[in-house]
């Protein structure tokens, strides 16, 4: 029986490719909480920016729903999708 797939991933997509993008937006997101805590912005640019980084976050987690094997809790922290990518082989 065929897999169902969504929208977000092709069948031609590996696991690794998606460990590799979740990770990519935890690393922008890890960047852009820093960079506005420590630039003199408007609170305004910082609460949307906020914003966008929340949305990364949860666009890195919801990834995890496109893996084969389903492990909800992949990608929920940046050191956890470290490790999803150091064993998918994504840094070699």
């Known amino acids: 029986m065929q897999q169902k797939r969504t929208k977000k991933r092709n069948r031609l997509t590996t696991n690794a490719e998606i460990a590799e993008l979740a990770y990519a937006m935890h690393i922008a997101a890890n960047r852009l909480r820093l960079t506005i805590s420590e630039v003199n912005i408007p609170a305004a640019y910082r609460i949307q920016i906020a914003r966008h980084v929340h949305w990364l976050i949860n666009q890195a987690k919801s990834l995890a729903k496109e893996m084969t094997g389903n492990n909800l809790d992949a990608f929920n922290t940046k050191e956890s999708t470290e ?6 082989g994504v840094f070699d």
């Open 83 to 88: 490790k999803i990518c150091e064993q998918l």
